[in-house]
């Protein structure tokens, strides 16, 4: 079983917890905390074993919790998500392999893509495509992804290389359920062509961010981030070339942090307990 607790901080709430736990005969395999005290936030995920109601314990919690406390109690282990793609496959061909050998950790239940240029390789892989083009009319397209999303349950968007700016009206209905990858090390180099940006600039260093997608452009809280090395012999395409690897390996490792109820939002940041 897992809890996931976010609450105003105060003394004592580690053994409050714990001795509940105690009380109902459930043994903690793990626990990690993280107390930020300028906002004076409190996070905890927890992994228990033993028999008990996940709704009674989720009751009990919150009658020793601080006024407001975000809890859940044994979230759903294998989540389900919609991917949406363009024309670059790296992202979606990793996300794609993962999920075909049950080590995503989640199911994607369809993939939506504004060309047909993956859609083969759902074929072949058994997983539902399909085509919504822009035709000139942004409000029409997203309204023709939420429509395919209403066919399905799922609890993540997941932006594989999904190159459309998506609107308020669009973001504001899955709050902090849209990640993306965006190909630089943000903040730097937000927005179109940050390859193009990052050689221009003559940066020593390039990188991948995955983070949740907000009203901002390419400034929700981020989720995993990781850069290698650059220097002047690099071309554009050659910072292409390896940043594709970067991507695919950042957005892995976000979405394994996210669909382990690893990842806590507040405010325009993130705290992960690895």
Same mark, same amino acid.
């Given at each position: 079983?897992?809890?996931?607790?976010q609450?105003?901080?105060?003394?004592? /709430?580690?053994?409050?917890?714990?001795?509940?736990?105690?009380?109902?005969?459930?043994n903690?395999?793990?626990?990690?905390?993280?107390?930020?005290?300028?906002?004076?936030?409190?996070?905890?995920?927890l992994?228990?074993?033993g028999?008990?109601?996940?709704?009674?314990?989720?009751?009990?919690?919150?009658?020793?919790?601080?006024?407001?406390?975000?809890?859940?109690?044994?979230?759903?282990?294998h989540k389900?998500?919609?991917?949406?793609?363009?024309?670059?496959?790296?992202?979606?061909?990793d996300?794609?392999?993962?999920?075909?050998?049950?080590?995503?950790?989640?199911?994607?239940?369809?993939?939506?893509?504004?060309?047909?240029?993956?859609?083969?390789?759902?074929?072949?892989?058994?997983?539902?495509?399909y085509?919504?083009?822009?035709?000139?009319?942004?409000?029409?397209?997203?309204?023709?992804?939420?429509n395919?999303?209403?066919?399905?349950?799922?609890?993540?968007?997941? /932006?594989?290389?999904?190159?459309?700016?998506?609107?308020?009206?669009?973001?504001?209905?899955?709050?902090?359920?849209?990640?993306?990858?965006?190909?630089?090390?943000?903040?730097?180099?937000?927005?179109?062509?940050?390859?193009?940006?990052?050689?221009?600039?003559?940066v020593?260093?390039?990188?991948?961010?995955a983070?949740?997608?907000?009203?901002?452009?390419?400034?929700?809280?981020?989720?995993?981030?990781?850069?290698?090395?650059?220097?002047?012999?690099?071309?554009?395409?050659?910072?292409?070339k390896?940043?594709?690897?970067?991507?695919?390996?950042?957005?892995?490792?976000?979405?394994?942090?996210?669909?382990?109820?690893?990842?806590?939002?507040?405010?325009?940041?993130?705290?992960?307990?690895?």
């Amino acid at each position: 079983m897992i809890i996931v607790i976010q609450c105003t901080d105060r003394v004592g /709430l580690v053994a409050a917890i714990s001795g509940l736990l105690a009380k109902q005969e459930l043994n903690i395999i793990s626990m990690h905390e993280h107390v930020d005290n300028t906002a004076n936030l409190f996070f905890m995920r927890l992994e228990v074993y033993g028999a008990s109601d996940a709704n009674d314990l989720q009751y009990n919690l919150q009658r020793i919790l601080p006024e407001g406390a975000l809890i859940k109690v044994n979230p759903l282990s294998h989540k389900k998500i919609i991917v949406l793609v363009t024309k670059e496959y790296h992202c979606l061909a990793d996300i794609l392999v993962r999920n075909y050998f049950n080590t995503l950790g989640a199911s994607i239940q369809c993939v939506i893509g504004n060309h047909t240029t993956l859609q083969d390789i759902c074929s072949r892989f058994n997983i539902p495509f399909y085509l919504v083009q822009v035709n000139g009319d942004n409000t029409a397209f997203e309204e023709n992804i939420i429509n395919i999303t209403k066919q399905y349950e799922y609890d993540y968007l997941v /932006l594989a290389k999904f190159m459309r700016i998506l609107s308020h009206s669009f973001v504001s209905r899955f709050p902090m359920q849209i990640i993306n990858i965006h190909h630089s090390f943000l903040p730097a180099f937000a927005g179109a062509s940050p390859y193009r940006q990052a050689y221009e600039r003559g940066v020593k260093l390039i990188g991948a961010t995955a983070h949740y997608v907000t009203d901002e452009l390419d400034e929700g809280p981020i989720i995993a981030q990781q850069i290698i090395p650059a220097d002047h012999s690099l071309t554009v395409h050659d910072m292409v070339k390896a940043g594709k690897e970067i991507e695919t390996a950042v957005l892995a490792k976000a979405l394994k942090l996210v669909f382990d109820d690893r990842v806590f939002v507040y405010k325009n940041k993130t705290v992960v307990l690895e």
